[in-house]
Every structure is written in C-alpha cells, then in structure tokens.
T-cell receptor, first 109, second 117 residues
C-alpha cells in the first residue's frame, strides 16, 4: 500500500534552523514534493527531489533517500513569515500526488 | 512560472442551490487537472482527476452525481457542486499538471471558499 507521514506540528525560534521530516511507503515513485501553505491560501511549490541527495534553494533545502523512504525540508534563518503548514507529497507511478497531512510550523520571536 | 486561476474566490449560497467553480491554466495547456477539498486544519483531499475530453476519475467516497466535473478544453475545468448543503462548505482547490515542466508538477489555483447557509 501507500502511506506518507510527517509530524503534525513543530515550533521554532526566529533566526534558527528547523528540519521537517517526511517518511513514505510506495511501490511506484516519481519524486517527492514539498509545498508551503499559509492559512486560507492554496499550496505553493517549494522543492522537488527525485534523486537521492540534498537540493538547496536559498534558505530552504530538501533531502531525499529513496532506499529509506525518507525526506526532510530544512529551513534556515527562520523568519516570522515562514509560519505556515508544510506539506510533503510523493508522486506515484500514475503521476498522482499522495499527500501528507502537513506539518504546522510555528515561529516564535 | 505557470499560473492557474480559479473563479470565484469565495461564494456564499443557500442550501439546495448549485455552485460552479472554474479552474483555468493561463499560460500552459493542462491535459490533466485535479480537484481537491480541504476542511479547516486538515490536509488536502483529492476529490477527482479530470482529463481533457474524457470523464473524470473520482476518488472513493466522492459522489460523482453531486460533484460534476467538466474538462472541455486544455485550459479549463469546472466543478459544479449540485444541491449544495452546509456540510459541503469547504475550501476547494484545483491544480493543473504542466506536462512540459521538468518535474511534471502540479500548479495550484488560489482556491475557492464555499459557504453554504
């Protein structure tokens, strides 16, 4: 079967670093996505990993290990505007996105 | 990047009426569009996959007669909530897949907030 899991909520301090983990199980895999979603808004694309390793994009980085079914999103130099839900999703063999429940990230001053 | 629009952004209607939501890909052709529903503090729930020129594929538990999907062109898909009831109040989001993109990624519309009185 397919499943995907990520923590429900995390809290971090402004200026710090936070890592949001995501684990998944699937037989067919065409990449893993991270999206950011602010309350009341649609998700916006952050990153895509299809090969193992770390992809860095400014303050955000995403890592993938296909053998472990594991990914993380790393946010550096946290800003208050980073308070949002972060959704991980993998694309299955039918190119359909399977979504995690999202991690609500709370940034404190 | 690719842009997807949705209309209307929000709608309030009386119970029993029907509501149509439009999803348009503005600068690319989308053979596949997706319709999601999201209740407060919950994750996205895929309702159906819409393919241009063919019938939509509905997820288990989604009533196809209640949520009518039409994907008549490569840039437009519509979702009609028929005989809406208060429990249909939700945030409806569409996305469109850009097959020309490197990632085969989905681009999301801004969402439509539906409130049924």
């Amino acid at each position: 079967g397919q499943n995907i899991d990520q923590p429900t909520e995390m809290t971090a301090t402004e200026g710090a670093i936070v890592q949001i983990n995501c684990t998944y199980q699937t037989s067919g895999f065409n990449g893993l996505f991270w999206y950011q979603q602010h309350a009341g808004e649609a998700p916006t694309f952050l990153s895509y990993n299809v090969l193992d390793g770390l992809e860095e994009k400014g303050r955000f980085s995403s890592f993938l290990s296909r053998s472990k079914g594991y990914s993380y999103l790393l946010l550096k130099e946290l800003q208050m505007k980073d308070s949002a839900s972060y959704l991980c999703a993998f694309m299955d063999s039918n190119y359909q996105l399977i979504w995690g429940a999202g991690t609500k990230l709370i940034i404190k001053p | 990047g690719a842009v997807v629009s949705q209309h209307p952004s929000w709608v309030i209607c009386k119970s029993g009426t029907s509501v149509k939501i439009e999803c348009r890909s503005l600068d690319f052709q989308a053979t596949t569009m997706f319709w999601y529903r999201q209740f407060p503090k919950q994750s996205l729930m895929l309702m159906a996959t819409s393919n241009e020129g063919s019938k939509a594929t509905y997820e288990q538990g989604v009533e196809k007669d209640k949520f009518l999907i039409n994907h008549a062109s490569l840039t437009l898909s519509t979702l009609t909530v028929t005989s809406a009831h208060p429990e249909d109040s939700s945030f409806y989001i569409c996305s469109a897949r850009d097959v020309a993109s490197s990632y085969n990624e989905q681009f999301f519309g801004p969402g439509t907030r539906l409130t049924v009185l």
